[in-house]
Each structure stands twice: as structure tokens, then as C-alpha cells.
């Protein structure tokens, strides 16, 4: 039966934790769920950062005082193109300073480098100089909430891990009178993966269990269902990512929107060792954002790789054609960096090349492995040029305005080194989800096919539908977890 004070809570990604820690400090009980024995989701892969506006990292350490939640809200807004929720994305910048000082601050987390992202008018996405940004959030939220002492609270929170939610259980009223039928959920079923049991919970249910960006192979899978042109793409999600909550939400009458709408990131990393392998790890967004180049196989540069996520990766896409590559084996890119860019992210630097997928060698050495003849000296004289950009003598070719501190060291000509690694475009992220309200509240159709709230139920983080329109800016999902996180905890705290 229902305890009262009670709330469901089913993935442990930063939307879940959040939303958990929040009804916690709200002296409301949380039972957690999560399908794997790990906490984290795709979000302790988090590599680039989360953004925030007007924070005390943005203006007092790194003194960009000209940023402001109108220009976020505007580059969101132009990023979502006609998809945009202006209302949502109004929350979403509104909320980033809390955000970020909120981790910052309360869970003590390093937030102090600001990076500029494709899309961003201002550097906005905060990381820290030692751990990734999403190892080092999940890890501190994992840490309060084992922590969390139950015994002495008047509150409790009962954490279920290889727990798989397969059933939201709803309650319908039928009203004669008014000809309408109200639903709500009441709880759930989820599947005791050690036992093999079934076991049922009742109270409000928070969704919070992620995308569907690994959703290739399953027989409901919702890649085959609305992008089949993506399933042969590699993917940098992880394995449980096959959209479980929007499977579930559907079930019970819950609307989806957008969800066509999948991210391509433009940059996943090849593995020269195993390039097919579907599973890739991510070269962060960050890694432009520091001066990164994009290269065709050819040596030539093909556009501005500050655009936004889905321009970058259509500019590759378009060169792969007028350059004739057409076999999957081929469809590579790479991404050439100095020594500065180097400095700026050694921590991602480092686990890259000790990943074998970032190599610092010669010029020379590049040009023998991409099979170039001696005469050919595309790359050393592209980047001599790219250095007159740097060092503001002429202006980009592409319309880049922002590249790494210091200028390339060419004076070794072919024997300068450079870091490069092989890239291609995978699946990353699903904008479409479950349509929600700007409370984080589930939405359906009544009998009379007007659109309302299916009570008892929410839907936070990327298994929401409809923050980020046809394109999600860099830092943004982050962020989104912990605003809407927030936000959803508040919801239904002044629901039960
Ligand atoms: C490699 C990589 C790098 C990224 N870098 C950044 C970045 O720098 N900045 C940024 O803003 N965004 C980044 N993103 C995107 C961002 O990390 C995710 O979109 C976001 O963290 C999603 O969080 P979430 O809490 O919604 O879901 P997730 O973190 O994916 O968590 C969902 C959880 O729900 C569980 N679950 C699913 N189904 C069930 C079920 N049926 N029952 C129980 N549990 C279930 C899953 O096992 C999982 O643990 C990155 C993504 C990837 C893959």
C-alpha cells in the first residue's frame, strides 16, 4: 500500500540523485531504484562540463562579466531551431547559476575551469582541473547518499540496485457526470535481478532513467522505431541506455515528443585498433573548445568546428560525400592539437593517449600514416595558416573566432609535434522523451483528447522530451538533470 511521505524514484544518473538528495532535504522517504549494480548512468561519463551563467567560477575567477541568461536562453533557443520550448528553456537558464553553485558550494565539487562550447556566444561550461565532471559529480552524490542516515532521520531512503522497473501500475476513475476518466499512477513493478522476483512499490514515480542512444538490438527499440538511418552509426552511450522510461511512460498513456530528434555528435573516437567496435568512448566537446581542429583524411580543413553539434557533424557528412568516401571503414576525421590546448585539458589528454586513441607525434610521422607522399605538405601548411588566425593576422576562412591560447610551435616544420586522434560520428543523444510540464509533470490526453496531467508521475532528465528541441547545446543535459531534478522533487513534494 501507499506509505504516505513516499516517493519512487527509478535511475541513478544525475537526474535521479538529484531529485533524491532534494526530497531528502525535504524530509520526504525515497525508494531508488537501478537496473545495473552501479550508480551513474551516462552521466558519470560526463566529460565536457555543465553551464551555468553569472557564476562566481564565470565572472570572479575568469572575469567574463559580459554573459547573461538572455544571450544562454537566446543560443538555446536558436540551437532547438522551430523544435524550442521557450518556457522550459527559460527554466534551464534561469536555474544554471544554482546549478553549478549548488555543486559547487553544497557537494564541494571543482567546478573552476569555463570552457566555450560549439553554440555558446560565451565560455559558460564548467569543469575541474582533476576529475572528469561527471565521475566527480556522481561520485560526491553517491557519497552523500550512502551516507545518508536513515536511523537517525525521520525519513528514510532504501536504495534497490539491480532493480529493473518493467511496470508503472495506474489507478483510473471514471467520472459519469463530467464524461471524463482520471489516471493516476500509484506505483510500480521492477524485477529483483538477483532474486528473479517480482516486487511491487506504491507512491509517486519519478522517471529518471536516461535516453535511448543504445537502443539498437531490442525488439521494442526505439532507434528501429524513428531513426532506422542510424542504427549502423556507433554509439557513446552505454549499454543500458534503451529507453525504458519512455517505453513504460507510452504503457500507460504518457504523450512523447520529439523523438525523432537524435543527437549525432560529431566526434566519438576510433580506435585504431578495433575501428569498428559499435561502443566509442567520446572526444569532448571540450577538446574543440580548448583549439582542437577538424582534418579530413586528405589534410584539409572542412569547416568551423565551433558550430553547434549538428552543423559540425553535417559538415563532416558533406565532406565524406565530396571528397567520394563512402565505405564505413573509411568515414573518419581527424583532430589535430597543440601543446596549449595540451595544458588545458592534460587530465582528458592523458586518459586519451593512454587510451591509444590521441597520439603526440611529428607532422612527418601523420603524413606517412595517413599514406601522403614526401612532396605533401597539406597539413604543415594548414597549419601555418591556422596560426595566422590564432595570432589574429587574418580572419578564418570557416568563421572560427576562438582557437587555442598559443599558436602551433611549426619551428621544427615537419618534425613540430601535434596531437591527433581518428574521429567519427556517433549517436549520443536523444533530444524526445516523455512530454512534460514546466513543473516536471508527466503529460497525457484525457477521453476528451485534451492535454493534461497524468497525476503521480514525472519525468526528469534526458528521458524527458522537449528541453532541448532538434538540438541539445554542450553542458546543457547536465544541467538539465539537476535543474529539473530539482524542480521535479519540489513538484512532487507538494503533491503527496
Ligand atoms: C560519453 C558522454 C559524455 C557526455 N558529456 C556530457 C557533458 O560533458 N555535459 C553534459 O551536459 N552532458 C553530457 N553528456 C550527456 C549526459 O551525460 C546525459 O545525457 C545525462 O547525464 C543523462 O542523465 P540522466 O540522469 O537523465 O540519465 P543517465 O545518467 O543515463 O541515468 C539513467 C539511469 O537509469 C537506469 N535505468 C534505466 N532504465 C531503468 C529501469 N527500467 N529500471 C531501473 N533503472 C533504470 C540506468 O541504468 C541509468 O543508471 C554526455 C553523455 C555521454 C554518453
Given at each position: 500500500?501507499?506509505?504516505?511521505n513516499?516517493?519512487?524514484?527509478?535511475?541513478?544518473?544525475?537526474?535521479?540523485l538529484t531529485?533524491?538528495?532534494?526530497?531528502?532535504?525535504?524530509?520526504?522517504?525515497?525508494?531508488?531504484?537501478?537496473k545495473?549494480?552501479?550508480?551513474?548512468?551516462?552521466?558519470?561519463?560526463?566529460?565536457?562540463?555543465?553551464n551555468?551563467?553569472?557564476?562566481?567560477q564565470?565572472?570572479?575567477?575568469?572575469?567574463?562579466?559580459?554573459d547573461?541568461?538572455d544571450?544562454?536562453?537566446?543560443?538555446?533557443?536558436?540551437?532547438?531551431?522551430?523544435?524550442a520550448?521557450?518556457?522550459?528553456?527559460?527554466i534551464?537558464?534561469?536555474?544554471?547559476?544554482?546549478?553549478v553553485?549548488?555543486?559547487s558550494?553544497?557537494?564541494?565539487?571543482?567546478?573552476n575551469?569555463?570552457?566555450q562550447?560549439?553554440g555558446?556566444s560565451?565560455p559558460?561550461?564548467?569543469?575541474?582541473?582533476?576529475?572528469?565532471?561527471?565521475?566527480?559529480?556522481i561520485s560526491?552524490l553517491k557519497?552523500?547518499?550512502?551516507?545518508?542516515?536513515?536511523i537517525?532521520?525521520?525519513h528514510?531512503?532504501n536504495?534497490?540496485?539491480?532493480?529493473?522497473?518493467?511496470?508503472l501500475?495506474?489507478?483510473?476513475?471514471?467520472?459519469l457526470?463530467?464524461?471524463?476518466?482520471t489516471?493516476?499512477?500509484?506505483?510500480?513493478k521492477y524485477l529483483d535481478l538477483?532474486?528473479?522476483?517480482i516486487?511491487?512499490?506504491y507512491?509517486p514515480?519519478?522517471?529518471a532513467?536516461?535516453?535511448?542512444?543504445?537502443?539498437f538490438d531490442?525488439?521494442?527499440?526505439?532507434?528501429k522505431q524513428?531513426r532506422?538511418?542510424?542504427?549502423?552509426?556507433?554509439?557513446?552511450n552505454?549499454a543500458?541506455?534503451?529507453?525504458?522510461?519512455?517505453?513504460?511512460?507510452?504503457?500507460v498513456?504518457?504523450k512523447?515528443?520529439?523523438?525523432?530528434?537524435v543527437?549525432?555528435?560529431?566526434?566519438?573516437?576510433?580506435?585504431?585498433?578495433?575501428?569498428?567496435n559499435?561502443?566509442k568512448?567520446l572526444?569532448?566537446?571540450?577538446?574543440?573548445g580548448v583549439g582542437?581542429?577538424?582534418?579530413?583524411?586528405?589534410?584539409?580543413?572542412?569547416?568551423?568546428?565551433?558550430?553547434?553539434?549538428?552543423?559540425v557533424?553535417?559538415s563532416?557528412?558533406?565532406?565524406?560525400?565530396?571528397?567520394?568516401?563512402?565505405?564505413?571503414?573509411?568515414?573518419?576525421?581527424?583532430?589535430?592539437?597543440?601543446e596549449s590546448?595540451?595544458?588545458?585539458?592534460?587530465?582528458?589528454?592523458?586518459?586519451?593517449?593512454?587510451?591509444?586513441l590521441?597520439?603526440?607525434?611529428?607532422?612527418?610521422?601523420?603524413?606517412k600514416?595517413?599514406?601522403?607522399?614526401?612532396?605533401?605538405?597539406?597539413i604543415?601548411?594548414?597549419?601555418?595558416?591556422?596560426?595566422?588566425?590564432?595570432?589574429?593576422?587574418?580572419e578564418?576562412?570557416f568563421?572560427?573566432?576562438v582557437?587555442?591560447?598559443?599558436?602551433?610551435?611549426?619551428?621544427?616544420?615537419?618534425?613540430?609535434s601535434?596531437?591527433?586522434g581518428?574521429?567519427?560520428p556517433?549517436?549520443?543523444?536523444?533530444?524526445?522523451?516523455?512530454?512534460?510540464?514546466s513543473?516536471?509533470?508527466?503529460?497525457?490526453?484525457?477521453?476528451?483528447?485534451?492535454?493534461?496531467?497524468?497525476k503521480?508521475?514525472?519525468?526528469i532528465g534526458e528521458?524527458?522530451?522537449?528541453?532541448?528541441?532538434?538540438?541539445?547545446?554542450?553542458?546543457?543535459?547536465?544541467?538539465?538533470?539537476?535543474?529539473?531534478?530539482?524542480?521535479?522533487?519540489?513538484?512532487?513534494?507538494?503533491?503527496?
Amino acid at each position: 500500500m501507499a506509505r504516505s511521505n513516499h516517493v519512487i524514484v527509478v535511475g541513478t544518473g544525475l537526474a535521479g540523485l538529484t531529485a533524491t538528495y532534494e526530497l531528502l532535504q525535504k524530509k520526504v522517504s525515497v525508494t531508488l531504484l537501478e537496473k545495473t549494480n552501479q550508480f551513474g548512468g551516462n552521466s558519470i561519463k560526463a566529460s565536457s562540463g555543465i553551464n551555468g551563467v553569472k557564476t562566481y567560477q564565470q565572472t570572479t575567477l575568469h572575469n567574463i562579466n559580459d554573459d547573461s541568461i538572455d544571450s544562454f536562453i537566446n543560443d538555446s533557443i536558436k540551437s532547438a531551431k522551430s523544435l524550442a520550448n521557450k518556457d522550459l528553456i527559460n527554466i534551464l537558464a534561469s536555474n544554471s547559476k544554482n546549478a553549478v553553485d549548488w555543486l559547487s558550494k553544497d557537494l564541494k565539487i571543482e567546478l573552476n575551469y569555463v570552457a566555450q562550447l560549439g553554440g555558446h556566444s560565451h565560455p559558460r561550461t564548467h569543469r575541474g582541473s582533476n576529475l572528469p565532471p561527471g565521475f566527480a559529480i556522481i561520485s560526491a552524490l553517491k557519497k552523500y547518499l550512502e551516507n545518508f542516515d536513515s536511523i537517525n532521520s525521520n525519513h528514510n531512503l532504501n536504495i534497490l540496485k539491480n532493480s529493473k522497473v518493467i511496470e508503472l501500475i495506474k489507478e483510473s476513475n471514471s467520472n459519469l457526470n463530467t464524461n471524463t476518466n482520471t489516471n493516476k499512477i500509484i506505483g510500480l513493478k521492477y524485477l529483483d535481478l538477483n532474486s528473479n522476483k517480482i516486487n511491487s512499490i506504491y507512491g509517486p514515480v519519478i522517471l529518471a532513467t536516461g535516453g535511448f542512444s543504445a537502443d539498437f538490438d531490442s525488439e521494442d527499440s526505439l532507434l528501429k522505431q524513428y531513426r532506422k538511418d542510424l542504427l549502423s552509426l556507433p554509439s557513446t552511450n552505454s549499454a543500458q541506455t534503451t529507453g525504458d522510461g519512455q517505453k513504460l511512460a507510452l504503457k500507460v498513456g504518457a504523450k512523447l515528443i520529439h523523438m525523432d530528434q537524435v543527437q549525432i555528435h560529431p566526434t566519438g573516437f576510433i580506435d585504431i585498433q578495433d575501428p569498428l567496435n559499435k561502443w566509442k568512448i567520446l572526444a569532448a566537446e571540450a577538446l574543440r573548445g580548448v583549439g582542437g581542429l577538424l582534418f579530413n583524411t586528405q589534410g584539409d580543413r572542412f569547416g568551423n568546428e565551433l558550430l553547434t553539434r549538428d552543423k559540425v557533424t553535417e559538415s563532416i557528412f558533406k565532406n565524406f560525400e565530396q571528397i567520394g568516401i563512402n565505405q564505413e571503414t573509411d568515414k573518419k576525421v581527424l583532430i589535430i592539437l597543440n601543446e596549449s590546448s595540451y595544458n588545458k585539458m592534460k587530465m582528458n589528454f592523458d586518459f586519451y593517449i593512454k587510451r591509444g586513441l590521441l597520439f603526440k607525434s611529428s607532422i612527418r610521422e601523420l603524413n606517412k600514416q595517413l599514406g601522403f607522399s614526401k612532396e605533401n605538405n597539406k597539413i604543415l601548411k594548414n597549419l601555418i595558416q591556422v596560426n595566422k588566425y590564432i595570432n589574429g593576422i587574418e580572419e578564418d576562412e570557416f568563421g572560427r573566432t576562438v582557437f587555442s591560447d598559443e599558436p602551433f610551435d611549426l619551428s621544427q616544420e615537419l618534425d613540430s609535434s601535434i596531437y591527433y586522434g581518428y574521429l567519427t560520428p556517433v549517436v549520443h543523444f536523444t533530444m524526445g522523451g516523455i512530454k512534460i510540464d514546466s513543473n516536471a509533470r508527466v503529460l497525457t490526453e484525457d477521453s476528451n483528447n485534451h492535454e493534461v496531467v497524468l497525476k503521480g508521475l514525472y519525468a526528469i532528465g534526458e528521458v524527458s522530451g522537449g528541453v532541448h528541441g532538434a538540438n541539445r547545446l554542450g553542458g546543457s543535459s547536465l544541467l538539465e538533470c539537476v535543474v529539473f531534478g530539482k524542480v521535479a522533487a519540489r513538484s512532487v513534494s507538494e503533491y503527496i
